[in-house]
């Protein structure tokens, strides 16, 4: 038996680290940079107004007001884009848009709402601060500084930072194409109706879904019989287009398990993790290629593609923190757990208002088949393996999914 700890990082150390690739920003949503992303150009990259008005000197408007207004001659229209700006001559205004460049010898704009709107005169009634409305060049960042760091996780802003500077390809860690396997004589899919003894298949379709959230590429092999032969016939095939295969079912101890029985000896490495569920658990290589075998029950599925594949997974593309946000939270019902094992007991985390900590109830109990509760949970209440009982109202940790 070995520990949860052990297993993650024998499966991170056979993911390895992912390739780097160049992709279009378009593509690279979610996933971490492999570069330094120098800003070419400052942000802005030149003086421009930030509001819709009048380009003035500060001292041509000094002393305007409601009552008092200050009267300037208009000379000509800036929008955004335009690129031939004229110099604004003392003692007049052009009317600027926002995001339109700063004609020379103009410190200040004066909003529309502040004038009488004028095209060919206009009336200011409110003086103006040097720099008012105005953006100055590379305020945000400077050309020739790092925009964004290698191992920044590429969201919606980092990838607007990214085009702003003027990228359309960044160099990251490519997600990869997995091959998801469920195992079972049992399995049936939709719409063939069930008969006596069989089940619908759901593992590949939960994993599926999983992985696809971390980017990976997935394809799937929904239902393969509990038979060496028919195994191998359907996953040798198939190696050469993946980097990663993974397996449900066919790992603990009865008389047909497949997986087990195919890749003993063979390359994968089968073993007993101290955890509830997920306990019977395989990783190893496969002509070459990374095979993590996970346990048929579907609750014991997702809880080690939680503790196993998806921080080894994300460790592969490059995140610094491969974790799922910890808190701490108060428990609404006494728990236990087999001494030595860690448990992950799904629940249910919410957080009433003006409370520190958050409540959390369990969601079913420890038993790995079951699913409906597992849909109905939003955390997993992790219970280490030196605790046998957590009594209602005590504090424990849940990982937010
Ligand atoms: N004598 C022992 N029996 C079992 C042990 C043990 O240590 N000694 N461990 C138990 C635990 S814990 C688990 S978990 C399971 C793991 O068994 P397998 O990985 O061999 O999985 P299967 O037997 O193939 O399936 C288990 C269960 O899950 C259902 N299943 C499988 N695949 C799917 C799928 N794709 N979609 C939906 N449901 C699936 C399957 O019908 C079984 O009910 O072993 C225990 N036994
Ligand atoms: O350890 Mo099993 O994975 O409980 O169902």
């Known amino acids: 038996m070995i520990s949860v700890d052990e297993h993650r990082a024998q499966v991170t150390e056979l993911l390895g680290r992912r390739p780097a690739v160049s992709k279009p920003v378009t593509e690279c949503a979610g996933l971490v940079l492999a570069e330094d992303v120098a800003a070419t150009v400052s942000l802005p990259p030149f003086d421009n107004s930030a509001m819709d008005g009048y380009a003035v000197r500060s001292a041509d408007v000094a002393g305007a007001s409601e009552d008092a207004p200050v009267e300037l001659a208009v000379g000509t229209d800036i929008p955004a884009g335009r690129v031939d700006v004229p110099a604004l001559p003392p003692g007049t205004a052009h009317r600027i848009m926002t995001g339109a460049p700063m004609p020379e010898g103009a410190d200040t704009v004066v909003m529309v709402e502040r004038t009488d709107g004028g095209t060919t005169r206009v009336r200011v009634h409110a003086e103006s601060a040097p720099g008012t409305h105005v953006r100055r060049t590379g305020e945000d960042v400077t050309a020739g500084t790092v925009a964004l760091s290698a191992g920044t ?111 003993t000896g063979a390359g994968v490495t089968f073993t007993k993790v101290a955890m509830q569920p997920g306990g019977p658990q395989g990783s190893g290589t496969w002509d070459g290629v990374p095979v993590v075998t996970l346990p048929g029950n579907p609750v ?46 799904r629940g249910f985390y919410s957080h009433p208002d003006g409370d520190v900590t958050g409540v959390v109830g369990p969601r079913g109990g420890p038993a790995s088949h079951l699913l409906a509760a597992l849909s109905q949970a939003n955390c997993l209440i992790v219970l280490d393996e030196d605790t046998t009982e957590v009594a209602a109202d005590s504090e424990v940790d849940v990982l937010l999914l």
């Open 300 to 345: 014991s599925v997702l809880v080690s593609f939680e503790a196993f594949l998806r921080p080894a997974i994300l460790t592969s593309l490059g995140h610094a923190d491969p974790e799922r946000t910890r808190m701490r939270a108060r428990l609404l019902e006494t728990l236990t757990s087999p001494p030595g094992k860690r448990q992950f007991r």
């Open 153 to 263: 996780v590429c969201g919606p802003a980092q990838l607007g930072l990214a085009s702003a500077v003027g990228r359309d390809t960044l160099a990251v860690y490519v997600p990869p194409r997995v091959l998801v396997v469920s195992t079972g004589t049992e399995l049936v899919l939709p719409p063939e109706p069930l008969t006596h003894g069989r089940i619908y298949e759901s593992n590949s379709v939960m994993l599926g879904a999983a992985l696809r959230a971390l980017g990976c590429e997935v394809s799937t092999v929904r239902s393969v019989a509990d038979d060496i032969d028919s195994f191998r016939a359907a996953i040798e095939p198939r190696l050469a287009d993946v980097d990663l295969v993974v397996t449900s079912g066919g790992v603990s101890a009865g008389a047909y398990e497949v997986v087990k029985d195919t890749l």
